[in-house]
């Protein structure tokens, strides 16, 4: 019909008897909106409706509307079906509606006058209120864009799916369909970031209310149950547009978080009490008891922390785009991080690669970091996002990748990060090359038995279909791999990684032979044992030091542990096995649980230092009887302590011929297998491996 002013989109799905409160209020505000000669139109899309709500909808009086129709369309899609409605509707403005909940009166005259009153500004016009009821009360009020801000808009959604906006400006900047997505969600969420991205300010018309029904079983209330969804990404997100985006914006009107209490102005305002009350008399849920133990906030009081965090990572990546990207929970010196690192040094030394390291986990501040490689972007996600904002560090670490590394590969290895980055949007790495690092699994020894804890397995037994690759830094537990997962078969890579550290000459001393220990005192690394150790040595009269170097990252340690043991002598942290005086005296003399094939070990062997080790993860691939003292492994603390000290005995009683054969045969097949010219091609034909398989679609 030419000259409608405003159209209601009313979007129907299986509402059935609580569509009649909605249409009793649409129509009470569109007879509102004829005082001042406002003429609305009534757009129904029912998309998919039952049959009892497309009678209801077939019968209904719709006198006091200017013109009704009825669309009955099969798209399964909230947000095609508000385009639908867009699409035929003739209004100038548009308003869009929900089945099963109510307007105040003045709704339509208030937001389409606030429109009058900026015809030359692109705006978008939002209630000032939302009234929830039913199996939930409260009460949110909104303020305008620019005293809300753009870093809350990226936090949580500040504002909701009912406005009033141009029509030819929604058919510019139309709805997505987020129906069929497990990841993404929230059309009314997403298309008001496009509008804000397409210039459009949010503006608020005072004394407006919508009455929001909650209901169980609704769509709403059960959205992400499984798993959690987020925003689309859009133009909003692109780093250089939301840079220009806050910097056009006026941070002075900003109103910082806080609660504002509007309880007593709400409930006791005179014009407010008479729209809630004409509402009631639509529908008896709503009435002004119910508030009484009601929360009531605003959209100022959502925290700027995850804003902020993202216009810090704009700022640092700003133009930039990668090619991989990897996980890690942080930097510590840990061997799985080193074996990370050398990966990545040697990926950049291809000048088509660039490398974006994601860390997710606090390191405690006193703990020593890795070298980083030179040309290689870090974001500590722990450190930008603090509070309530660290809980939404997986969906931060999603919005870099889209952003900043739409087609890249990712790299991950287990740690409570990418559980959590896995659990929330696993799906949204199904269409990315995701390459795992996995280096060994967990145990621990419960009467003297070895269990392991599983939950590696079980990480990659649930995203056995989305991890594409793995890649060990031994071949053993690849092989169990593909035993007990056998999808993996055909998709697993061994890559024995390189020691970075330098080998000094060791030093001579006269005098006896002594141990030295030195790793991360932490449980898996096995203090305890070496302990044990030590104390077996005293009653056995074997006159040997052992020297301790080392210092917690995951547990506690105090120095005092070894105070009972005067044959350990703890001298503090080390950096790397370089820094620490060995001569040709000493053995390297290393205690774990469990394992991969330490970094530690490859920097001795380098070292050309004599190794005492247990035999666990992948340590016989390096170490063998000829080549060093190799501890068969054993559950049972006293007969690995046996064990340990038949090995101690051997190194002392051996002749220094013996002990340089070792040497040398270790050398040498650590110069075979842990080459840095060898790791280089190796990795490089690894890489070419990833790009022929997705050049064929097999992934």
């Not at 005293?538 to 301790?548: G, M, P």
């Amino acid at each position: 019909m030419p000259g409608m002013d405003v159209s209601i989109i009313l979007n129907v799905h299986r509402e059935q008897d609580l569509l009649y409160p909605t249409l009793r209020s649409l129509r009470d505000t569109v007879e509102h909106a004829h005082l001042y000669n406002i003429k609305s139109e009534l757009v129904i899309v029912a998309d998919h409706a039952d049959e009892r709500t497309l009678s209801l909808l077939k019968n209904y009086d719709y006198s006091g509307f200017d013109s009704v129709r009825l669309e009955n369309i099969k798209v399964r899609s909230l947000g095609l079906a508000r385009n639908y409605g867009i699409g035929v509707a003739v209004g100038d403005y548009i308003v869009p509606a929900d089945a099963d909940d109510l307007v105040s009166r003045n709704f339509i005259h208030a937001l389409y006058q606030k429109q009058q009153e900026a015809p030359n500004e692109k705006i978008v016009v939002f209630p000032e209120y939302y009234h929830s009821f039913g199996d939930d009360n409260y009460v949110c009020r909104f303020y305008p864009l620019d005293q809300v801000g753009l870093y809350r808009m990226l936090g949580e959604h500040p504002y909701v799916s009912r406005f009033m906006a141009r029509r030819q400006d929604l058919l510019e900047v139309a709805y997505r369909d987020c129906s069929a997505s497990a990841v993404y969600a929230y059309e009314d969420y997403d298309i008001n970031l496009r509008l804000i991205a397409a210039g459009f300010n949010l503006v608020v018309a005072e004394d407006t209310i919508i009455f929001y029904r909650q209901r169980r079983g609704s769509i709403m209330a059960s959205l992400g149950k499984d798993r959690k969804r987020m925003v689309p990404n859009s133009r909003f997100f692109e780093g250089d547009v939301f840079l220009d985006l806050v910097q056009r914006k006026n941070q002075t009107s900003i109103i910082p978080q806080k609660h504002i209490d509007f309880k007593k102005s709400y409930t006791s305002t005179l014009y407010l009490q008479e729209l809630v009350h004409q509402a009631n008399m639509i529908e008896p849920e709503i009435h002004p008891y119910s508030l009484r133990d009601a929360q009531f906030f605003t959209n100022v009081g959502i925290s700027e922390s995850f804003g902020l965090g993202y216009e810090k990572i704009c700022s640092a990546l700003k133009g930039k785009t990668y090619t991989d990207v990897f996980f890690l929970p942080f930097l510590s010196k840990g061997g799985g991080e080193k074996y990370v690192l050398n990966f990545i040094e040697t990926a950049l030394k291809d000048n088509n690669k660039t490398c974006l390291l994601i860390l997710g986990q606090r390191l405690c501040s006193s703990k020593e970091r890795c070298k980083v490689p030179q040309g290689l972007d870090i974001i500590d996600l722990d450190t930008l996002l603090n509070g309530s904002a660290a809980a939404r560090i997986p969906e931060m670490a999603v919005r870099i990748i889209e952003n900043f590394a739409a087609t890249a590969r990712i790299f991950m290895k287990f740690c409570p990060f990418c559980e959590d980055v896995m659990h929330s949007y696993a799906d949204f790495f199904q269409k990315r090359q995701l390459v795992y690092f996995y280096f060994c699994a967990s145990y621990y020894i419960m009467n003297y038995t070895l269990y392991e804890d599983g939950a590696e397995y079980r990480f990659l037994s649930d995203y056995r279909n989305h991890i594409d690759y793995v890649v060990s830094d031994h071949s053993l537990n690849l092989e169990q791999l593909e035993y007990r997962i056998p999808v993996y078969q055909g998709r697993t890579q061994t890559l024995y990684t390189y020691s970075q550290s330098v080998a000094p000459a060791l030093r001579h001393q006269e005098g006896g032979r002594c141990l030295i220990w030195a790793s991360r005192l932490d449980s898996q690394k096995r203090p305890d044992l070496l302990h044990k150790l030590a104390v077996e040595l005293l009653a056995e009269n074997i006159d040997t030091k052992i020297y301790v170097y080392g210092s917690a990252v995951l547990d506690q340690f105090e120095p005092t542990y070894f105070d009972d043991c005067p044959n350990v002598i703890y001298k503090g942290s080390f950096s790397g096995l370089e820094s620490i005086p060995f001569t040709d005296k000493s053995a390297f003399l290393y205690t774990s649980l469990f394992d991969g094939l330490p970094n530690v070990l490859l920097e001795a062997a380098q070292m050309n230092i004599p190794i005492i080790t247990v035999d666990v993860g992948g340590v016989s691939e390096l170490i063998s009887e000829n080549s060093g003292f190799l501890v068969r492994n054993s559950a049972d603390d006293t007969e690995l302590v046996v064990r340990y000290v038949t090995k101690i005995k051997e190194f002392l009683s051996a002749s220094d011929a013996e002990i340089q054969n070792k040497i040398q045969c270790l050398h040498e097949h650590f110069e075979q297998q842990h080459a840095r010219s060898t790791y280089a091609l190796n990795v490089a034909a690894f890489y070419r491996q990833l790009e022929e398989q997705l050049v064929k679609g097999t992934l």
